[in-house]
């Protein structure tokens, strides 16, 4: 495997993260608005990836590479939680409000698992960067 592989699969794998914590930073934007109906109210969006497999193009075919492609985004399916608030213009006839279906705790662990990844991904750029670097000065 060359080093552009090991760069093109990091990249994908960064794209990735920074995919995640977008959605994360818009569900957190959104954890406490109301809405007049259940289907007007803002529900969290999740990101879907999935491994895109390659096989090396050495002579004995062996090595396989998996880079990260986004499918897309899907709303989550999760109730969204209705709070009987008569005085709130938003309310219904009922008197209900509907507020998004946010879990900040969740978000806020997927952050800091999405940040995690990004920084580890940084670091394998280094990693390479430098073995890259260590190549060099073999022919001096």
Do not use: C
Request: charged residues 15%.
């Amino acid at each position: 495997m060359s080093f552009n592989h090991i760069y093109d699969i990091n990249g994908s794998a960064m794209n990735a993260q920074v995919m995640r914590l977008d959605t994360i930073a818009s569900n957190l934007a959104n954890a406490d608005t109301a809405a007049p109906s259940a289907d007007t109210a803002y529900h969290a969006l999740k990101p879907v990836f999935s491994a895109l497999y390659q096989a090396g193009n050495g002579e004995d075919n062996s090595s396989v590479a998996a880079s990260v492609r986004m499918l897309g985004v899907v709303s989550s399916d999760r109730p969204v939680e209705q709070r009987y608030e008569p005085n709130n213009p938003l309310a219904d006839q009922d008197g209900y409000v509907f507020y998004s279906n946010v879990n900040s705790l969740e978000e806020m662990a997927d952050m800091m698992s999405a940040s995690r990844s990004y920084q580890t991904s940084v670091e394998v750029m280094g990693k390479v960067t430098s073995m890259q670097q260590s190549i060099l000065k073999l022919g001096q």
